[in-house]
């Protein structure tokens, strides 16, 4: 079985380019989760869906960062105007319906120079 | 606002001996999750604790859950060093409602481990 697959692995963009990191959740899992980790502030909780619905997104930094989720095979994470502070690691997770383990992908490492 | 807080912070151990995390949260949540990070790596799920009095174990590991107290420890029993990581517990902000689902977890800052032969 597939895990959960995040693309691209690593993203190197300037300041002010749009940035776009994608998320497949393991197959017959309802809820998708972002996260974000940095040194600073840890691992944070950004957004998270059940059944393609956005339920919260109260971790969303600003207007920059806009999440969908079209069909429950994948998610999009994008930011725009990309800054250098949101340079992080981001993680994607999936949970099945009773949602209690959440199973996390190898993660994107975004550097905004 | 929830938090969840982990100590120690850094530990630095020999093998063979024991040792215990800690990780206390602040909300009503009855579910309690923990994590192993090895470094450049995604998170690997070690135990999700459902209950109150909920006790895992896992080859050395051993977690268990008081919701009273809103404490989890993680039990380190003879380490090795292949267990040497950074630790994870994280807490949902509320009990599981009626049916079950899922909720964004609130991260502690993580135990940074490290084994010594």
């Known amino acids: 079985d597939a895990g959960v697959i995040q693309s691209p692995r690593h993203e190197v963009t300037e300041m002010g380019q749009e940035v776009t990191l994608r998320c497949k959740p393991i197959?017959?899992?309802?809820?998708l989760f972002w996260y974000r980790q940095t040194m600073m502030r840890g691992l944070e909780l950004l957004i998270y869906?059940?059944?393609?619905?956005?339920?919260?997104d109260s971790g969303m930094p600003e207007d920059r960062f806009s999440a969908k989720m079209p069909n429950a095979s994948f998610s999009t994470l994008k930011i725009q105007p990309s800054e250098p502070r949101d340079s992080a690691v981001y993680f994607c997770?999936?949970?099945?319906?009773?949602?209690?383990?959440?199973?996390f992908g190898p993660g994107t490492r975004l550097t905004v120079l | 606002e929830l938090k969840v807080e982990q100590n120690p912070l850094f530990l630095s151990m020999q093998e063979g001996k024991n040792y215990t995390i800690y990780c206390n949260y602040s909300?009503?949540?009855?579910?309690l999750y923990w994590y192993r990070q090895d470094p450049g790596k995604s998170l690997e799920s070690l135990f999700v604790?459902?209950?109150?009095?909920a006790v895992k174990q896992e080859g050395r590991l051993m977690a268990s859950l008081d919701t009273k107290a809103r404490l989890s420890t993680l039990h380190i029993t003879a380490a090795v060093h292949d267990l040497s990581a950074t630790y994870f517990c994280?807490?949902?902000?509320?009990?599981?409602?009626?049916?079950?689902?899922?909720?964004?977890?609130?991260f502690g800052k993580g135990t940074h481990l490290i084994i010594q032969p």
């Open positions: 869906f059940n059944n393609n619905v956005p339920i919260d």
């Open positions: 994280a807490a949902p902000p509320r009990a599981v409602y009626s049916g079950g689902g899922a909720d964004g977890l609130t």
């Open positions: 604790l459902l209950s109150n009095g």
């Open positions: 997770a999936s949970s099945g319906t009773g949602g209690h383990e959440q199973f």
């Open positions: 197959s017959g899992h309802d809820y």
């Open positions: 909300t009503t949540s009855d579910r």
